[in-house]
């Protein structure tokens, strides 16, 4: 069965993103980008939330038209094409680049979902994170934490009203550019 994968790059003070979206401060350099394309390349799926579709929307289907583009960066936006895509949104109507579009997170769908063929699921953005959490629909993390503090902004983990779940740390990795991995699994 699949699982859904939390993926995320936050700062050291645990936000994903500044006060106005910002995201210019993560240390994207080459190595990390080949990291993340052997990490999605057997991914069955992204799942994201509208802004966060909207935002790779607006960049990936043509990053890789340009001959300067680096190679990783071209490779990604091939990766990102070719993969099942399902939105969340109620306001989105229709979205291209072989994406599904759902309005609820429902774990019945979800499990529907984790049982279908193919890799496990990468589930990113802050909100629909937060959905997953509320209703213990992660299975694994991949959390990246990069070497600034930023002070305020959106945070990954929401408040829960429930009691903590175990989780074991499966793996780390540090990056030449101070880029940490953390992969944690349920206990």
């Known amino acids: 069965m699949r699982k859904i994968v939390l993926m995320a790059q936050v700062s050291l003070d645990g936000f994903i993103e500044g006060p106005d979206r910002d995201i210019d401060w993560h240390r994207d350099d080459d190595e990390l980008h080949r990291h993340m394309n ?3 390349r057997p991914m069955g799926g992204f799942l994201s939330g509208r802004v966060t579709h909207e935002l790779m929307a607006g960049h990936w289907p ?7 583009t680096p190679a990783p960066v ?3 936006a091939e990766i990102w094409r070719s993969k099942p895509k399902y939105v969340y949104s109620r306001t989105l109507q229709s979205a291209d680049w072989n994406t599904t579009v759902v309005r609820d997170v429902v774990p019945e769908e979800v499990a529907a979902l984790k049982a279908a063929p193919g890799g496990d699921l990468t589930l990113s953005g802050a909100d629909l994170a937060a959905s997953f959490l509320r209703q213990d629909l992660v299975d694994a993390y ?7 503090r930023i002070g305020r902004g959106t945070p990954l983990f929401p408040t829960l009203d429930h009691r903590p779940a175990p989780l074991r740390l499966t793996d780390t990795h540090t990056f030449g550019n101070g880029v940490v991995l953390l992969r944690h699994e349920r206990a």
């Not at 043509?62 to 300067?68: E, F, H, I, L």
């Not at 991949?142 to 600034?148: G, L, M, N």
């Open 38 to 40: 052997d990490v999605l």
């Open 62 to 68: 043509t990053a890789d038209a340009d001959p300067a």
């Open 142 to 148: 991949r959390i990246y934490v990069h070497p600034v």
């Open 74 to 76: 071209a490779e990604f």
